[in-house]
Every structure is written in structure tokens, then in C-alpha cells.
């Protein structure tokens, strides 16, 4: 069963925004290193060269509980979250229109023997986003990087296991966020290597022209241009091995990483 989490925009049971949760415990993930880059590590270069549309956090999933209750002496299905610190966040709700479907799921996979467990994942949805946007100066074409701000929604997956089967469903999802986080690495371990690519290129260049430098000012009539030339010379050469002992740190890490 799938539906987007009703009264997310408004307080949960413990009279608290449920927006402010949301962003409080994403800051929170971030901080302690459970999120990827923000902006999936476009810098707003490549957002206007590519033309992006990227939000501030990526490919970020809850588990959800789902509590029956009563509201206005009618049936409802709470939804909770678990967050950061571990502990059951109301957010909201199924959706009204949805509830008929929701119980009739229910009650048929109860009329089984064996009783069945209800669990699901949430894929948040909505906050920052950066873009491209065109606008218009001195008659000229340009090209500007802008925030726009969504509110938070979630997107919500609800499973109907039998308890017998719940070692292999954790065992499921568990195989798919390592995938995940190993597809999230590579993709990232691959900007990366461009980026080192084109330093590698550059410090080739560097140590070159610090080659000519120093030679040009050895043969230099002037000794004033001569020993500028191959003071610069040195500082380019320097640049060139501080390039080469980065490149090769980078790769020891990486080798490590992987």
C-alpha cells in the first residue's frame, strides 16, 4: 500500500511542528555524517553548466509504524517515524480517502494463522532546492543559482508481513541500503577522480613551466629577470610536487575507503 502522509504540515499529538521535527533531525543525520553530500555535491558551477534541479538532501528513507486511534469518534491510522535518536515521531496520517483500503488490507492478512506485522518505509520529499534560473541584465542573457523551499513530505510504503517472514524482510531491506550506500560511493568516488584527473593534468603543466622557468633564467642576461624567472620557476616546481603528494594521499585514502 502507497500514500502521502496526511497533516504533515501541521502540529503531531505533542502540539509540535512537524515540519520543524523534520528539518531538526535532518541537521541532525548531517551532522553526524549519516547524509550525503547536500546538493549531492553539485557546486553551482555544474548546477548552471548542466542545468540542475537538486535538493539540499537526497535518497533520505524512514522506518514508519503505523497506530490506529479514533479522532472525532472516527477511525484514523497515525503515522510515526523513527528518527535520528531512535525515538517514534507522529507525522501525520494516512489519508482519509485511503483508510478503507488500509483496514481491508489489514484484516485480510489477519485472517490468516499466523498474524502479520505492518512496517513500511517513508522517502522524504520537498525542502531546499537549487536550479538554474535565466533572468535578464542590461539587455543580457544570464545565469543565476536560486533556492526554492518545499515543504516537507513523505512518501510512504506499508508492508503486511507474516512474523515468520520478518528475519527475512530486515535481512531485505538491510541488503538494499547497503546497495544503496555503495551506489551513493561510487558515484561520488567518481566526481572525485575527474576532479584528481584534471589536478593531475595541471600539475604536469606546473612542474613543466617551472622547468622553463628556471631555465630561461639561468640563461637570462638580466640578472634581476633572471633571478625573478627562476624564483618563479622554484614556486611553480613546488606547486607541482604539493599537487603529486596530494594526488598520492588521495589514492592511499581511497584504497583504504574502498
Not at 15 to 24: A, E, H, S
Not at 134 to 157: A, F, P, W
Request: net charge negative; glycine share 6%.
Amino acid at each position: 500500500m502507497n500514500f502521502k502522509v496526511a497533516g504533515i504540515t501541521s502540529e503531531n499529538e505533542d502540539r509540535k511542528d512537524i515540519q520543524t521535527l523534520i528539518d531538526r533531525d535532518l541537521k541532525k543525520q548531517y551532522k553526524e555524517g549519516l547524509i550525503d553530500e547536500k546538493y549531492e555535491g553539485y557546486t553551482n558551477s555544474e548546477i548552471k553548466e548542466m542545468d540542475l534541479n537538486v535538493p539540499e538532501f537526497s535518497n533520505i528513507t524512514y522506518d514508519v509504524i503505523v497506530k490506529e486511534d479514533t479522532f472525532n469518534d472516527e477511525k484514523c491510522a497515525k503515522v510515526y517515524i523513527k528518527n535520528y535518536e531512535g525515538n517514534l515521531v507522529h507525522i501525520g496520517y494516512i489519508p482519509k480517502k485511503q483508510l478503507k483500503e488500509y483496514f481491508n488490507e489489514k484484516e485480510i492478512y489477519n485472517s490468516n494463522k499466523n498474524k502479520s506485522e505492518i512496517t513500511g518505509t517513508a522517502e522524504l520529499t520537498g525542502g531546499k532546492y537549487k536550479y538554474c534560473e535565466l533572468y535578464e541584465e542590461d539587455y543580457v542573457e544570464k545565469e543565476r543559482v536560486e533556492i526554492k523551499e518545499l515543504s516537507y513530505g513523505l512518501n510512504v510504503t506499508l508492508f503486511y508481513n507474516n512474523k515468520e517472514d520478518k528475519k527475512e524482510t530486515v535481512e531485505t531491506v538491510e541488503q538494499q541500503n547497503i546497495q544503496h550506500t555503495s551506489t551513493k560511493k561510487i558515484e561520488y568516488l567518481g566526481r572525485e577522480y575527474n576532479d584528481i584527473k584534471s589536478l593531475k593534468n595541471y600539475m604536469f603543466s606546473l612542474f613543466f613551466v617551472g622547468i622553463l622557468l628556471v631555465v630561461v633564467g639561468v640563461f637570462t642576461l638580466t640578472i634581476v629577470i633572471g633571478f625573478f624567472l627562476i624564483l618563479l620557476g622554484i614556486f611553480y616546481i613546488y606547486c607541482a610536487i604539493s599537487a603529486y603528494n596530494f594526488i598520492k594521499e588521495y589514492k592511499s585514502n581511497t584504497k583504504k575507503e574502498l
